[in-house]
């Protein structure tokens, strides 16, 4: 069985940085996208970024690109959301997932919440002001 576990969540003050992981087990597919999403609360879910299964292409949602860097650690087999310059607004319940496809548009992989097989337990994030 595929498995994730996202980890890393607290509180952190506005301007700060947070380092999320999501390590993961199971996978039968060498192709897959691995995404990260969001929720925060009364509010729907998401994009926040994707990485490609080789760890060569990522993709981020617009407002997120140059806060929020997506790697892969292969030795740990865990995907990494690392979030600076954080903000009230990025609060929420932070998931990973996995796409058992690996598809492009252009460079990005495609990353949408409906492509996801997988889903791990998130993890909360407060920014306090």
């Known amino acids: 069985d595929v498995q994730l576990q996202a980890s890393g969540g607290g509180l952190v003050q506005a301007g700060g940085s947070l380092r999320l992981s999501c390590a993961i087990s199971?996978?039968?597919?060498?192709?897959?996208?691995i995404g990260w999403f969001r929720q925060a609360p009364g509010k729907e879910r998401e994009m926040v970024g994707c990485i490609s299964s080789d760890g060569d292409y990522t993709s981020y949602r617009d407002s997120m690109k140059g806060r929020f860097s997506i790697s892969k650690d292969y030795a740990n087999n865990t995907v990494s959301l690392q979030m600076a310059s954080l903000k009230p607004e990025d609060t929420a319940v932070y998931y990973c997932?996995?796409?058992?496809?690996?598809?492009?548009?252009?460079?990005?992989?495609?990353?949408?919440?409906?492509?996801?097989?997988?889903w791990g337990k998130g993890t909360q994030v407060t920014v306090s002001s």
């Open positions: 997932g996995v796409d058992y496809t690996l598809e492009f548009r252009g460079y990005s992989p495609q990353c949408d919440d409906g492509r996801m097989d997988y």
């Open positions: 199971g996978l039968t597919k060498p192709d897959h996208t």
